[in-house]
């Protein structure tokens, strides 16, 4: 019986023992379960609006004196997809510039989420070109099974197709027209260069944009290519805080050289999981 009573005991230490090891196991799994990494919303600065064809590329884009709640778009989620993202631009007629486009918090996007397609609906009507727009129509994004970008086609039914190659994407029209040049190193958007004319021609001309100073960490608006501003951080694991967007054309000497050059820097700091705080995250 002694015996018996010694094994009943051993047994049953080597139970507890067992218990309190796994439930220490599972706090400790518990300890390091982050929070998931949602935007609540994105202050324009970290945004970029350049060449964007949702915009018909319009250049005339302005923003209000620089009042942080007035240029932050908003998002708004069902699950883990944006459904609204508020805040945009909306005509603001200045002199004969009537295309121009000021940046208002009344504007906002209503996404519609479709098997691989996404459409996104701005409201109130805007216009972003006096010719072939038409606001009541949504800009259209496709991406592949793996979630990358093959297709958007503008509000005037404008299609841009996505070729991709080592390290690079090539954006092209319907007809086969090469359009940009995307460039990547290490995952990430370094270059892109539009081109028009034949080289040879004096009136060829070349726009370049150089996405720089990439950090380690992990970008939040990866793979939103249809949120307002994300196109371009959009390609990228990580994420720039430096671009650079230069010109060229053919000089007096007969060479094809920089005209013009505009620098951007965008300083970042990080939350304490290491993610950039372009804005404020769900908790």
Request: aromatic fraction near 16%; charge should be neutral; charged fraction near 20%.
């Amino acid at each position: 019986m002694a015996v018996g009573n010694r094994i009943n005991t051993t047994m049953r230490k080597t139970i507890i023992s067992i218990v309190i090891i796994i439930s220490i196991f599972c706090c400790k799994k518990e300890d390091k379960t982050e929070p998931v990494h949602y935007l609540k919303n994105c202050a324009t600065e970290y945004l970029n609006f350049f060449d964007d064809n949702k915009y018909f590329n319009n250049s005339s884009l302005t923003f209000p004196a620089k009042v942080v709640s007035k240029t932050i778009v908003s998002l708004q989620y069902n699950g883990n997809r944006v459904v609204r993202a508020t805040g945009g631009f909306m005509n603001a007629p200045t002199g004969n510039n009537f295309m121009n486009l000021m940046f208002f918090n009344d504007v906002y996007d209503s996404i519609v989420y479709v098997d691989n397609s996404i459409f996104v609906y701005t409201r109130p009507d805007v216009f972003y070109s006096s010719v072939g727009d038409d606001p009541e129509k949504p800009t259209v994004y496709i991406k592949d099974a793996y979630g990358r970008l093959i297709k958007t086609v503008r509000r005037d039914g404008t299609e841009f197709n996505y070729k991709y190659h080592v390290n690079q994407i090539v954006e092209e029209s319907s007809n086969g027209e090469i359009l940009r040049n995307f460039y990547f190193k290490d995952n990430n958007l370094v270059r892109i260069t539009r081109e028009s004319g034949d080289t040879s021609s004096l009136y060829y001309s070349k726009k370049e944009m150089l996405f720089q100073e990439y950090d380690t960490k992990p970008n939040p608006l990866k793979n939103m290519y249809h949120l307002t501003g994300a196109f371009y951080r959009s390609f990228s694991e990580n994420n720039y805080s430096q671009f650079t967007v230069n010109e060229y054309r053919h000089l007096d000497n007969g060479k094809i050289g920089i005209v013009n050059t505009s620098w951007y820097s965008i300083p970042i700091v990080y939350n304490a999981f290491g993610y950039p705080k372009f804005g404020e995250y769900a908790e």
